[in-house]
């Protein structure tokens, strides 16, 4: 989540774009990440980055793309950050191959389960 966020901030729509366009890559999604993007995208001090206009589409366009999960699956306690572990429990219900995020206590991980955890950079560098 924070990776979209980040790439809203910095106007690098093109990554977004990448990461839907290749079809090489299926987002997955859950209740609970989509309410923390909204938050997000959606709260006042957003508004010096990117309009209003501009978060409805890009919530438009990942939670219309992504694969969604209809319930959050069950969460357990793993990461530093116990807010960060919804994430971890997505990532494992979606049988994720990669969790990209620049979230250091996640990173510190650098693997759950068969899901890779790897920084934005990292995810270009090797992928896109």
Same mark, same amino acid.
């Given at each position: 989540?924070?990776?979209? =966020?980040?790439? +809203?901030?910095?106007?690098?729509?093109?990554?977004? &774009?990448?990461?839907?366009? $290749? %079809? %090489?890559?299926?987002?997955?999604?859950?209740?609970? +990440?989509?309410?923390?993007?909204?938050?997000? =995208? %959606?709260?006042? &001090? #957003?508004?010096?980055?990117?309009? !209003? %206009?501009?978060?409805? &589409?890009? #919530?438009?366009?990942?939670?219309?793309?992504?694969?969604?999960?209809?319930?959050?699956?069950?969460?357990?306690?793993?990461?530093?950050?116990?807010?960060?572990?919804?994430? +971890?429990?997505?990532? @494992? !219900?979606? @049988?994720?191959?990669?969790?990209?995020?620049?979230?250091?206590?996640?990173? =510190?991980? @650098? @693997?759950?389960?068969?899901?890779?955890?790897?920084?934005?950079? !990292?995810?270009? $560098?090797?992928?896109?």
């Amino acid at each position: 989540m924070n990776v979209l =966020v980040s790439a +809203l901030v910095t106007g690098d729509g093109r990554f977004i &774009r990448d990461l839907f366009n $290749k %079809q %090489q890559f299926t987002v997955c999604s859950s209740p609970s +990440l989509e309410k923390e993007f909204a938050e997000v =995208v %959606q709260c006042p &001090r #957003m508004r010096k980055y990117f309009s !209003a %206009q501009v978060a409805e &589409r890009a #919530m438009g366009r990942v939670f219309e793309l992504s694969e969604r999960l209809d319930k959050d699956p069950p969460i357990h306690t793993i990461c530093h950050d116990p807010k960060d572990d919804y994430l +971890l429990a997505l990532a @494992k !219900a979606a @049988k994720a191959d990669l969790l990209v995020t620049g979230d250091e206590d996640l990173l =510190v991980l @650098k @693997k759950y389960g068969k899901t890779r955890i790897m920084k934005p950079g !990292a995810f270009r $560098k090797d992928f896109l």
